[in-house]
């Protein structure tokens, strides 16, 4: 037996003690003069979680980002960030005229300037190394994915926030980037918010999942949200293969947060054994 779930029961207490690092408070969000597109919305992530959004397409998952992020303000509500937060963002959509003459060692220095050795380096962890001198242009879906996560990660994020960061990759790609994702987060103790359509794979890594859909409909550890039925009902049970690779098991207890009290409700065991679960 490892010493890895009183190490993991150690940073959760730690995690659930420190100061969050974004919080919302009955955010909605409007763009112009329609129909909120987001309300209600109650939301807090502490140091080193890891948080996965998902809903339909359209639900709100970008503009929550967004509205948390302050780059689009609340119609209502109020949202508060740690001072001086260092956020490493990637965008859901970044198009890039495939003709630009773009290095990626000059797409990784646009945000802030960086010796080459940073640049070699952060290019290797990310898995890519020897890119820099490529065209932009010429990358492959996963290789830009991760070249896009160097930059976030260039300037040393106390939260990485990503936006359906696998779009376009396949099933093993998806994979390899969360396996990516949680080892950089092991190593520099960034909390992740990440958006997802990839319910499985994202799920086995996650803290917390919320499930939003215009509003939050339910939240919790991956399994309470998996077996709740505001999730089935969102979802449909066509995850039912999926769910298999998605349960795996914790000896600790999770932090919840504030707002997840009514899944508490649905006679999950918050208790449950961490061996050998997780496929990697
Ligand atoms: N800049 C915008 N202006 C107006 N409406 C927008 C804008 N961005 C998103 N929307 C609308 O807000 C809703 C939620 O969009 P979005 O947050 O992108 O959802 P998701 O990321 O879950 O697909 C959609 O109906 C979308 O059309
Ligand atoms: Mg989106």
């Known amino acids: 037996m490892s010493a890895a779930p009183a190490v993991a029961a150690r940073d959760a207490v730690a995690r659930a003690e420190a100061e969050p690092l974004i919080r919302a408070e009955g955010v909605s969000v409007a763009y112009g003069k329609a129909q909120p597109v987001l309300s209600g919305i109650d939301f807090e992530i502490r140091p080193g979680e890891i948080v ?37 963002y990637v965008p859901q959509r970044l198009h890039l005229d495939p003709n630009l003459p773009l290095t990626v060692a000059r797409f990784l220095r646009l945000l802030q300037p960086l010796p080459d050795a940073e640049v070699l380096s952060l290019l290797a962890r990310v898995g890519v190394p020897g890119l820099e001198g490529r065209s932009m242009g010429t990358l492959s879906g996963g290789q830009f994915q991760r070249v896009l996560l160097a930059q976030a990660l ?77 999730y089935r009902a969102l979802f449909g049970l066509g995850t039912q293969g999926a769910l298999a690779l998605y349960q795996h098991n914790h000896d600790h207890n999770h932090e919840h947060g504030p707002g997840d009290d009514h899944l508490s409700d649905h006679g999950q065991s918050p208790t449950h054994s961490h061996e050998g679960g997780h496929d990697r």
Request: glycine share 12%; aromatic share 4%.
């Open 52 to 88: 996965t959004v998902v809903g339909p397409n359209g639900s709100g998952k970008s503009t929550f980002l967004r509205a948390v992020l302050g780059m689009v303000g609340a119609s209502a509500g109020r949202v508060w960030r740690a001072p001086k937060l260092r956020v490493g």
């Open 154 to 230: 260039a300037g040393r994020p106390q939260i990485l926030v990503l936006d359906e960061p696998t779009q376009g990759l396949d099933q093993s790609g998806i994979a390899a980037f969360y396996r990516l994702i949680e080892a950089v987060r092991r190593e520099i103790g960034c909390a992740v918010l990440s958006v997802s359509h990839d319910l499985h794979v994202v799920m086995s890594a996650s803290d917390r999942v919320i499930c939003l859909n215009g509003h939050i409909c339910c939240q919790g550890t991956p399994h309470v949200v998996s077996n709740a039925p505001e």
